[in-house]
């Protein structure tokens, strides 16, 4: 059995050869260089050695960490496994990133070669990277000059152990920083067999993925499943409905993801749907934030079964499917305890450290077992408890009828999830902060149809000034930070509520904007 992301490549290309491996959109010239590439598995096999050829030339070993920011395109899954077969490790970076968070990133996997290439929507990427790189003595790949995918190969994979570092992703945390978040083979591997078993995924699927390659959702929900099972890949992203919608039904889609809003909006819009086939699929998974009961049920009656997804690039998962939570209404509130091998999980009361074990406790979720990381780079090992288990940040509570169900209940770690991007509250704030006019400020989520939370921000203004949205997002922009992360509304106030202890009680400034949405 393979032990190595490339092992389970080798065995597609050995099994499948002369099938379709993997398929850019159909809009691709939208947002990148090239017509829409289709490669079958051999073809594919070939143009991973190639480029594979191209980074060892560029000087390339392995144990090097390599950046790479491409959008959902064929190259991006050619980039990362031919990281990896060399040895070397793939980093990839959401397209949104800029040269804020590539920098911090730089630092801190130590990554001197960044895979990009130009693109129509980004015509500055090459050369703001490239002042970025310089301050590291960094190498650009530009991948459509500096990488082919036609050409010598490998004379042989590098010789890789289960236990090395495949990839370091990006996941915001509580101290202001995106932190990164190494992953061994074996724990990729991990991750794919619980999505494995618990979607019924095998080698006739026809998987249509809208997340990017570069985290949990897109990595181990959807490119390790694909090489474990020798399926078919369909690749989307940034979400353009007319298009997605046309790929279920061109494609013959059996199983997708889809964040919470699009399917609420699909289902109470059923006009959107004619004319799209969608007979094919069977499952379509959806998480970061809870879902809606009558959304679950609704997709359930057309007979598409919605499985509610909790995961974290640390390597924390749950899946509530039809198998383990059939009726669908608690199917979007409930997940199952994992029992897959060697996975354990257990409810914590963050002031006591006492284990919940009764019902209708809020306590922090806390995991451990073959999925979950080894540590942040550059940790202190705080993200781990005095057990070993992870502390995820995220409140459950034991479900009252059913003590292997839990619920979500809340975030502990100051995260907004803004249309599936992680933000960092703590990160956005120190920069707002640094605005003249600002003595203080808080950033929080609030409420939106569209994208489940927006970034908000209050502001305590500084003597004789009166901040605008304007000056604040103008002020991030110059500091090149994701726009994903940019306050959409903003309130001054005189002062932020607080607790007897001196911290900000962001519910109170939350509970001001419930209910608004744009």
């Not at 949104?96 to 630092?107: K, N, S």
């Not at 130009?118 to 050369?127: M, S, Y």
């Not at 091998?341 to 922090?364: A, K, Y």
């Not at 106030?493 to 939350?510: A, E, T, W």
């Amino acid at each position: 059995m393979p032990t190595t992301l490339p092992g389970l490549l080798s065995r597609a290309v050995t099994t499948k050869g002369d099938h379709l491996a993997i398929a850019d959109a159909p809009n691709r010239t939208d947002f990148f260089t090239g017509e829409p590439i289709r490669f079958t598995w051999t073809e594919l096999d070939r143009a991973i050695g190639s480029a594979a050829t191209s980074l060892r030339t560029a000087g390339v070993s392995a144990g090097d960490a390599v950046a790479i920011q491409l959008p959902n395109v064929v190259e991006l899954a050619v980039s990362i496994m031919a990281c990896l077969r060399i040895g070397a490790v793939a980093t990839p970076f959401p397209i949104q990133h800029r040269e804020h968070e590539l920098r911090t990133g730089l630092e801190a996997s130590g990554a001197r070669h960044l895979i990009t290439a130009t693109r129509p929507d980004r015509p500055d990427l090459l050369e703001a990277s490239q002042s970025v790189l310089d301050e590291f003595g960094a190498t650009m790949l530009d991948f459509a000059s500096d990488i082919a995918m036609e050409g010598p190969a490998l004379d042989a994979d590098h010789d890789a152990s289960g236990d090395d570092v495949a990839t370091i992703c990006w996941t915001s945390g509580t101290t202001g920083v995106p932190k990164g978040v190494p992953r061994s083979h074996s724990m990729w591997m991990a991750t794919s067999d619980s999505q494995v078993d618990a979607l019924d995924l095998n080698a006739d699927d026809r998987i249509l993925c809208p997340f990017p390659l570069v985290n949990m959702a897109g990595i181990g929900g959807m490119l390790v499943p694909w090489l474990q099972t020798g399926a078919t890949l369909f690749l989307h992203n940034p979400i353009d409905l007319a298009v997605f919608l046309g790929q279920i039904s061109s494609e013959q889609i059996t199983y997708t993801v889809a964040p919470p809003p699009l399917l609420n909006m699909l289902l109470a819009r059923p006009a959107m749907l004619e004319g799209v086939d969608m007979s094919h699929i069977r499952k379509i998974t959806s998480g970061s934030a809870p879902l809606d009961p009558w959304m679950v049920a609704g997709w359930e009656e057309r007979g598409i079964e919605i499985v509610n997804a909790f995961g974290s690039n640390e390597g924390a998962a749950m899946l509530s499917t039809a198998d383990s939570v059939p009726d669908p209404e608690l199917r979007a509130r409930y997940f199952p305890r994992p029992t897959a091998e060697g996975i354990e999980v257990r409810l914590v009361d963050m002031n006591t450290e006492e284990e919940i074990t009764t019902s209708g406790t809020p306590g922090e979720l806390r995991f451990s077992g073959p999925t979950v990381f080894g540590g942040y780079l550059q940790s202190d090992g705080a993200e781990f408890d005095s057990e070993g288990y992870y502390r995820t940040g995220d409140i459950f509570q034991i479900a009252e009828a059913d003590p292997n169900l839990m619920q979500f209940v809340d975030r502990a770690k100051d995260i907004i999830i803004r249309g599936g991007m992680n933000v960092s509250a703590a990160e956005v704030e120190a920069l707002v902060s640094s605005h003249e006019s600002v003595a203080e400020c808080s950033i929080v989520a609030y409420p939106d149809n569209d994208l489940g939370e927006r970034v908000g921000v209050f502001v305590v203004a500084a003597p004789e000034a009166t901040p605008t949205l304007e000056e604040i997002v103008s002020h991030l922009r110059d500091q090149n930070i994701a726009s994903y992360k940019l306050p959409e509304k903003l309130e001054v106030i005189d002062q932020l509520p607080r607790n007897p202890v001196g911290k900000v009680v962001k519910g109170d400034l939350r509970d001001r904007w419930n209910g608004a949405s744009l």
